[in-house]
């Protein structure tokens, strides 16, 4: 500790002693009698000199306190540094609790933000305007700790007379600068205030160690701002690289895996500790991480099969990361390489990729598995988004010309005037800026294999004609050519229209949906089968479980998008759901306030039809010999049923037992 900066000698009855009259008589030789004064300590005189030429009146009355709204900025600026220092204030003043006296913190320029202490030295403080708000600056009130702390930036403790202003003479003062460890800005000042019976020299080596802690722990809250910083500066790079990047430990577990690594095979943003070796289509990691352990760089390309997704080669790159001679892990470059062409013309779905045990749906998928095994037309109906070219894809992996393209067309996405060459082709010079040579069309592409036209219900008529031709005459002409070239392709057609209708309004040929309509599939819709809806979660979020509310807007939810709108929905909660619960505040607006209205129109029809659907549910179990035959008359699952008779505080086996 400076001895400038504290009085020397004893002074712990600093009022009746003849210290404090030396100082008396010589602040007022300096002020009053305009003496100069000698054994005044030098920094207390340089300050009394300074005060002079800020005019500050050493008769002054009370401190300057400043408006309400300059005080709310300043602690507002000085929100987070408040924060850090209060409990060390708390901590000090427990210390000298009883003491009369005051804990103080003032900012850089001297402005008191935060103060406790003893109630009668607060209320005398605050009777000269010592208090939050209070500028203790030496340009405003002279010399005392506080101000000529932040002025030398080093602790200080000034004693009765050696304060500038008369009114501060009874007191002593201790304050110790707070120094910004990274910047070395001056923050403020913590101090100690007493009257002068109390004043001790261990004052200032209280402040001094509250601020030297204070520092140390901004200086421990900096690092690891800067970790986290360095962390997630870390994240977003790897997470902006266009390949995937694995980081796995010796122990072959996935620490870190970037966006474009989770994308290309699958995994879970928050994939957590999870090991290569066990996840199925990942097997190929673990027969060359053992290479890479032993410090090889290691390089291979490997198709990967992906669940419920198409088959794409990547291209993998392994290099060990050592500490000194330590195998610690390994870093995995991903890379796809795809044959964008013959990507194009495979289906990607099989029978087992469609997910559900709704009665309809399984009734469709054995329909089409029948199907599968003959070269007729198939025509698939169904609400848009209930997966009527996935049932198109499985019902051509499973047919005799799985081996052949497979090509979807959207008939509605076509231009009008392009339908004709896009579908037959066209000859060279058929039309203005026609291709040198012509073009083959979408059927001679696929010849041999099948032709999925989509959105039938909105081919135009007169295309009608040229489609039917190709049905019955197992030909086609390109635009412009008068030779027919013979084509062998298999059509499966798919509506949301009611083409039946279509025909009864001439928008589309009654032979043509005859001859597509050889074998009919319904595909139905997701609000018939919301018992499959367990499922679909399952699928879609496998990380999360939903809670009991959002399962009931689920169940509730009409879903007008059908499958494709759920799977949206699971996406955009996999998104910004963080929890590994999800929440009803996770779920789209839409989906809520559809809830809420529906139920506000359908609460007399609801208490109605529960008391109905309690009845069905006990006479179909007292009908029935078991829970699996009564879930199959009701058309659920089990648990489904199960969980009806909980609603309605039924014992199930009561029921059955009693037939």
Not at 631 to 641: D, F, N, W, Y
Request: with cysteine; charged share 25%.
């Amino acid at each position: 500790m400076d001895p400038i900066y504290t009085l020397k000698g004893s002074y712990r009855n600093f009022g009746a002693s003849q210290a404090e009259k030396t100082l008396k008589n010589m602040w007022t030789n300096y002020f009053i009698k305009k003496r100069e004064v000698e054994g005044i300590r030098p920094v207390i005189l340089s300050s009394w000199k300074r005060s002079l030429k800020h005019r500050v009146t050493p008769f002054a009355n009370q401190a300057l306190v400043c408006d309400l709204t300059t005080l709310i900025k300043v602690q507002q600026e000085n929100k987070n540094i408040l924060t850090l220092i209060r409990p060390f204030m708390d901590d000090l003043f427990d210390m000298v609790k009883g003491t009369d006296s005051l804990i103080a913190f003032a900012n850089k320029d001297g402005i008191v933000l935060d103060l406790c202490g003893d109630s009668e030295i607060a209320m005398n403080a605050a009777s000269i305007n010592f208090t939050v708000g209070a500028d203790m600056s030496e340009e405003s009130i002279g010399t005392n700790a506080i101000g000529t702390a932040l002025v030398t930036e080093k602790a200080i403790q000034i004693i009765g007379a050696e304060h500038y202003c008369a009114i501060w003479h009874s007191s002593h003062c201790s304050s110790a600068p707070i120094i910004d460890p990274f910047t070395n800005e001056l923050i403020g000042a913590i101090t100690l205030i007493g009257y002068i019976p109390t004043a001790n020299p261990h004052s200032l080596g209280l402040v001094k160690t509250a601020a030297d802690t204070i520092v140390k722990l901004m200086e421990q809250q900096g690092i690891m701002k800067e970790k986290y910083m360095m962390n997630n500066y870390f994240n977003a790079a790897i997470d902006s690289i266009s390949d995937g990047i694995l980081i796995v430990n010796r122990f072959g577990e996935i620490i870190q895996a970037n966006k474009m690594a989770s994308h290309l095979l699958k995994l879970p943003m928050n994939v957590g500790k999870c090991r290569l070796r066990d996840i199925e289509h990942l097997h190929p990691f673990s027969m060359y991480l053992s290479e890479s352990i032993q410090g090889n760089e290691v390089i291979f390309q490997e198709e990967i099969g992906m669940p419920h997704d198409e088959k794409h080669k990547l291209i993998f790159t392994m290099r060990g990361i050592n500490d000194g001679n330590e195998h610690i892990g390994s870093i995995i470059i991903l890379k796809k390489k795809v044959n964008k062409e013959t990507n194009k013309l495979k289906a990607k779905y099989v029978f087992s990729s469609l997910i559900g045990e709704a009665p309809l749906f399984k009734q469709a998928i054995k329909r089409a598995q029948k199907a599968a095994c003959t070269d007729k037309s198939i025509l698939i109906t169904g609400e848009s988004g209930t997966g009527k070219e996935l049932f198109a894809q499985a019902i051509h992996n499973e047919s005799m010309r799985q081996s052949k393209p497979f090509l979807a067309i959207n008939c509605a996405a076509i231009p009008k005037d392009l339908i004709a060459s896009e579908l037959f082709g066209y000859v060279e010079g058929a039309f203005t800026n026609a291709a040198r040579g012509g073009r083959k069309g979408k059927f001679e592409v696929a010849n041999g294999g099948t032709i999925f036209l989509d959105e039938i219900g909105d081919m135009p008529l007169e295309l009608q004609a040229h489609l039917l031709r190709v049905l019955e005459e197992k030909e086609i002409t390109p635009v412009g050519s008068h030779l027919s070239n013979p084509i062998d392709v298999r059509i499966i057609a798919a509506t949301n229209k009611d083409l039946f209708q279509l025909v009864k309004e001439n928008k589309f040929r009654l032979d043509l949906f005859y001859r597509l309509n050889i074998i009919s599939l319904q595909i139905p819709p997701l609000n018939k089968r919301k018992q499959d809806i367990e499922l679909f979660i399952s699928h879609f979020l496998p990380t999360k479980k939903v809670s009991n509310g959002v399962l009931t807007h689920f169940l509730e939810y009409d879903w007008p998008g059908n499958l494709r709108e759920f799977k949206n929905v699971m996406e955009q909660i996999e998104i910004f759901c963080e929890e590994s619960i999800v929440t009803e505040e996770h779920l789209p607006s839409y989906i809520r306030s559809s809830i809420q209205i529906e139920n506000n129109d359908l609460n007399l029809y609801q208490s109605l039809a529960n008391e109905t659907k309690k009845d069905t549910l006990i006479f179909t179990l007292k009908n029935s010999g078991s829970v699996s035959q009564a879930a199959k008359k009701l058309g659920v699952s089990a648990s489904t049923l199960y969980r009806w008779a909980s609603e309605y505080q039924l014992n199930v086996k009561d029921y059955i037992q009693s037939t």
